[in-house]
């Protein structure tokens, strides 16, 4: 079975300037999450997806941070403009239900801000 | 203060050793309990899910505190590939994961 995908693996970009990242689940996980690791902390929930609905952004810096799953299975989380503290690894996970108690995480994009 | 608070070691220990450490919550209406392991520059994978009554899988054993909000991850007999970071995840209306806790078997 694949398992999540996550695109690009690394990223460096500068301040004030555009990112986007790209995940693709699990095949039939109905829930999708975005994660932000920063160094040395654990994953921060940034959002959930239950197919192509929003459950849960409270979160997400809505200012600067974007993110859409329009079909309900891949989904996109932009950055715009970038600080420096978004330097971070961005998780994607997914998992077959709402309650999310198993989640299968992609191997993240490791996001640098100069 | 913080809904999931580790210790982050690191615990360095002699293969073959137990280890043990726990994971405190502080929504006393949490549902349920995780540990995940995440090793260096990896994804997080679920290692076990956490009982009320305490559960074993293998090497590892997990216990819940309820009343002292806490739950507690015991590895016997450490493998040198048991090294990694251990994350505690608490479920209330949605997950939280702490900083992690820190392991290093040596030889």
């Known amino acids: 079975e694949a398992g999540v995908a996550q695109s690009p693996r690394y990223k460096i970009i500068e301040k004030r300037q555009s990112v986007a990242f790209w995940c693709n689940p699990i095949?039939?996980?109905?829930?999708l999450y975005w994660y932000q690791q920063i160094l040395g902390q654990g994953p921060k929930l940034l959002i959930q997806f239950q197919n192509n609905g929003v459950v849960d952004d409270s979160q997400l810096p809505k200012d600067r941070f974007s993110a859409e799953r329009l079909k309900g299975v891949d989904s996109t989380l932009k950055i715009q403009p970038a600080k420096l503290e978004d330097s971070a690894v961005y998780l994607c996970?997914?998992?077959?239900?709402?309650?999310?108690?198993?989640?299968?995480f992609g191997p993240g994009t490791r996001l640098l801000v100069l | 203060r913080k809904e999931v608070e580790q210790d982050p070691g690191p615990f360095n220990v002699p293969e073959g050793a137990t280890v043990a450490f726990n994971c405190t919550y502080s929504n006393s209406a949490s549902q349920s309990f995780f540990w995940y392991r995440q090793d260096c520059r990896k994804e997080p994978k679920l290692l076990m899910s956490?009982?009320?009554s305490g559960n074993e899988d293998g090497r590892f054993t997990a216990q819940l505190n309820r009343a002292s909000q806490y739950i507690s991850l015991l590895i016997r007999d450490s493998k040198l590939s048991d090294s990694a970071t251990y994350l505690c995840v608490v479920k209330g209306y949605k997950l939280s994961f702490g900083a992690g806790t820190t392991v290093t078997v040596r030889a």
């Open positions: 095949s039939g996980h109905a829930t």
């Open positions: 996970a997914s998992s077959l239900d709402r309650e999310g108690e198993t989640q299968y």
């Open positions: 956490v009982y009320s």
